[in-house]
Each structure stands twice: as C-alpha cells, then as structure tokens.
C-alpha cells in the first residue's frame, strides 16, 4: 500500500516518487535493497541517465548532480522521491504507532497545542514522519551534523507544515492512509 505525498504540483514541478516492496525476510539488508530499487525507479521517472545511488561514508544516499532524492522504508515498504532541481529533499515514512509517551518526547508543548487535534488534524505519528523528512531535508550536506531530528519546530502553513532549524526553514507536506503515513520536504 502506498500514499502519495501531498505537494502541491505547483511547488514540485517533476518530482517523482516510487514505491517497493520490502523482499522477505525483511531484514535491514532487504529494506535498503527496497529503497534502492525505488531510488533507481524514481532517478529513471525524472529523467535521469544515472541511475545508482551509493551511499556516503556517513550511510546518507548520494543522488547523481541535479536530481536531489531521499529514500525511508517500513519494515515492509520502501519509498524513493525524486525532485529534480531542488537543493535537497526528504521523505518518510512510518507505520508504527506514536503513543503519548513518544509524541511528548518527540514534540514540543507547543506543537503538541498547536498541531495536534481538536486544533489541528495532524497526529503524532505524522508529526514525527514531518520532522523526519525535513532534517533529511535540511541535513542535505551534512551541515546539521549531530543535531537531533526532535529538536527541529514545526508550525502550520496553510495545508502545509513549516520546519525551523538554526534559522532554516523548509516546507513539509504529509498524508496518511491505513496505517501509514508519507511525508515529504522540499528545500530549494
């Protein structure tokens, strides 16, 4: 099962997504196998002639010049975003539950007012899959270093998420569907 990312077209002229599925025995091997298929897929929907994606010294996936990607997998599902001009790009995905506990650690008091219901519709588990995406986003280069994914803010935009981090600040869409939630970030 799939869910395709919310962004508007007018913001990701191009982009190009693509799902796999995770090859038993669902091991750590068969999820970046997964995520990898789903990469050169996407590479080959935008146009690209290059269609591997090596991983860095420090494991983040290296897409060829021009065509910036992210890859995140489930335990049983891979997805590969493709947005070709872009600086960076994040996604992920999450199927597991965010519980209370969780969703205290991983989100502020203020976002847990803000953006989390009855204010808001947003859940916890898509909370977590937006900060997610915009650290791969806005770690692009490596420039966050050790920075912690939890500590960046989220705030609402219109339909959209904003994320903030030492002064940056990125776009993050998200959707969910039956247990499984999507979300992608954009820096240009």
Not at 27 to 40: E, K, L, N, T
Not at 78 to 105: H, K, L, N, Q, T
Not at 149 to 162: H, P, T, V
Request: hydrophobic share 45%.
């Amino acid at each position: 099962m799939a869910v395709e990312p919310a962004v508007p077209g007018r913001v990701a002229t191009g982009m190009r997504t693509e799902w796999r599925a995770v090859r038993r025995p669902y091991g750590p091997h068969q999820q970046s196998a997964a995520g990898r298929r789903a990469a050169a897929a996407a590479l080959a929907a935008a146009g690209s002639a290059d269609r591997t994606v090596p991983r860095d010294p420090d494991g983040r996936p290296r897409f060829p010049p021009g065509f910036a990607g992210s890859i995140s997998h489930t335990d049983r599902l891979a997805v590969a975003v493709v947005v070709p001009g872009a600086a960076a790009v994040g996604v992920d995905i999450e199927s597991a539950a965010v519980g209370p506990r969780m969703a205290g650690f991983v989100l502020s008091r203020r976002e847990r007012h803000t953006l989390l219901p009855p204010v808001w519709e947003r859940t916890p588990r898509e909370l977590f899959s937006a900060k997610e995406a915009a650290f791969k986003a806005l770690n692009g280069n490596g420039e966050l270093d050790d920075f912690l994914f939890w500590k960046i803010e989220l705030s609402r935009s219109g339909d959209a998420l904003i994320a903030s981090c030492r002064g940056a600040t990125v776009p993050v869409w998200v959707r969910s569907a039956e247990g499984i939630s999507c979300a992608v970030a954009i820096r240009w």
